[in-house]
C-alpha cells in the first residue's frame, strides 16, 4: 500500500491482486487539502493510517482511519495545539512518525513552526517537547523556502532513547536525554547562503536517514551539500562523490541494507528540476564512498521534474517508490535497478509512504 500525499488531497495505491500488474488508486481523501505527513501504525495490533491536511480556510488537523480510509476521524479528535504562552499557532504538520516495537504507544510530530510534538497515548493526546519549543537558539531560527519546519525525526528506537531532528533552516539538532534537552550538531555541514559557511546552526537541512540496525550513522541530504555522519552527527564528512549535484531533497534508506541510500538529485537551488532534464535516481551501496544513476523505465529526455523531500520511499525486501511534482508516482522491485510507473495525473506529490499491512 502506497500513502500519497499531495497538493490536493491524499491518495492510496493499492497492487491490483493476483500478480495481474497495475495499481488500483482510491481517493482523494480531503479534495482540495494539502498532505504534507501520512503514516501506517501497524503496532500494538493497531491498523491506522495518519495523514494531516491543511486547508487555507480552516487549518491543518491530524486526522485517523482504522478502516483504510473507508472512514475518518473528526477534525477536534487528534488537536495539536501549542500552548497560549508560546505565541505560536500551527500552520502544518510535516511528519507524522510512529515509534518503535518498543514504543508501542508513541507517535512522534515534526511541525511548523518548528517543534517536536509527542503522544505517549498513541495520539488520543499531544504535548509540545519543551526542550526545543523553548530552545534559546528559537528567536534566531529563520525559515527556509517552505517555512520554519521540523521536517524529519530519526531516534534510536529505545524508549527515551536519543533522538535527531532535522530543521529548515536551523540544522540538525539532537537529544541524549530522551527530548529533555537539545544541541546543534552540524559540525562540517556548510550553510552556503550565509556569510559563514559552517555555523552553529542555521543550515537548511533537507532529510536525514540512518538505518535502524546502524542508528549512529546518518545519511543528511542539505540545500547545497551531501553528507554522513558516523558519530550521531558529531561530525559530517562529504559524501558527493560522482552525483550530478550534491542540490536535493529526498533522501530514503534502504530497508535491508546500512550501507544503500537513495536520493534524487536536483540541478540547483535556482533551477529546481532534474539534471539535463533526466529523471535518474542515484543509489550508493557502499555508505556514500560512490554513487550510480538509476534510469531504467524513468524518461530521459524532457523530465523537468521534482522530488521532494518526504517523496521519496522503501518497503522490504527491495522496492523504492517515489513521486513527483508533475504527479507522477514510480515503482521499483528490484532496489532501484528497473522501475515502472504507478499512475500519473495527480496533483503535485509531496509525500509517499509505502506499508505492507498486516490486515486488509
Known amino acids: 500500500m502506497l500513502l500519497l500525499g499531495t497538493t490536493k488531497g491524499a491518495f492510496l495505491a493499492r497492487p491490483r491482486p493476483g500478480g495481474a500488474g497495475g495499481w488500483d488508486l482510491d481517493g482523494p481523501h480531503f479534495p482540495g487539502e494539502e498532505v504534507y505527513a501520512m503514516a501506517y501504525d501497524d503496532r500494538a495490533g493497531r491498523s491506522r493510517l495518519w495523514a494531516a491536511p491543511s486547508s487555507p480556510f480552516w487549518g491543518t488537523s491530524l486526522r485517523f482511519s482504522d478502516d483504510f480510509g473507508a472512514t475518518w476521524s473528526g477534525k477536534e479528535e487528534s488537536s495539536v495545539k501549542f500552548p497560549e504562552d508560546s505565541g505560536l499557532a500551527l500552520q502544518r504538520i510535516w511528519q507524522i512518525q510512529p515509534g518503535s516495537a518498543a514504543e508501542a504507544e508513541v507517535i512522534r510530530l515534526g511541525v511548523e513552526p518548528a517543534c517536536l510534538f509527542l503522544s505517549r497515548d498513541a495520539g488520543e493526546t499531544w504535548d ?117 549535484s550534491d542540490f536535493g531533497f529526498a533522501m530514503a534508506m534502504h530497508p535491508g541494507d546500512p550501507e544503500t541510500v537513495y536520493i534524487v538529485p536536483l540541478e540547483s537551488d535556482g533551477f529546481r528540476c532534474t539534471p539535463e532534464a533526466k529523471l535518474r535516481v542515484y543509489r550508493t551501496r557502499d555508505a556514500g564512498a560512490s554513487w550510480e544513476a538509476l534510469s531504467e523505465g524513468l524518461p530521459q529526455e524532457n523530465a523537468y521534474e521534482t522530488v521532494l523531500r518526504d517523496a521519496l520511499a522503501t518497503l522490504a525486501p527491495g522496492q523504492v517508490f517515489f513521486g513527483t511534482r508533475s504527479g507522477r508516482v514510480y515503482a521499483s522491485r528490484d532496489d532501484g535497478s528497473t522501475w515502472g510507473l504507478v499512475c500519473e495525473g495527480l496533483p503535485p506529490v509531496v509525500c509517499v509512504k509505502a506499508y505492507a499491512p498486516s490486515a486488509d
Open 128 to 244: 509540545p517537547v519543551e526542550g526545543l519549543l523553548r530552545h534559546p537558539h528559537r528567536e534566531r531560527w529563520h525559515p527556509g523556502g517552505g517555512g520554519l519546519c521540523l521536517h524529519t525525526i530519526v531516534t534510536d528506537g529505545a524508549p527515551n532513547g536519543r533522538a535527531m531532528v532535522a530543521i529548515s533552516a536551523a540544522g540538525a539538532y539532537r537529544s541524549d536525554d530522551g527530548g529533555a534537552t537539545w544541541a546543534a550538531r552540524n559540525h562540517g555541514v556548510r550553510a552556503e547562503f550565509l556569510p559563514d559557511k559552517h555555523p552553529e546552526f542555521g543550515q537548511c537541512v533537507h532529510k536525514i536517514v540512518h538505518h535502524p540496525a546502524q542508528p549512529g550513522r546518518l545519511f543528511l541530504q542539505n540545500h547545497w551539500g551531501l553528507y554522513r555522519s558516523d558519530d550521531w552527527g558529531d561530525s559530517w564528512q562529504d559524501i558527493a562523490n560522482g552525483v550530478p
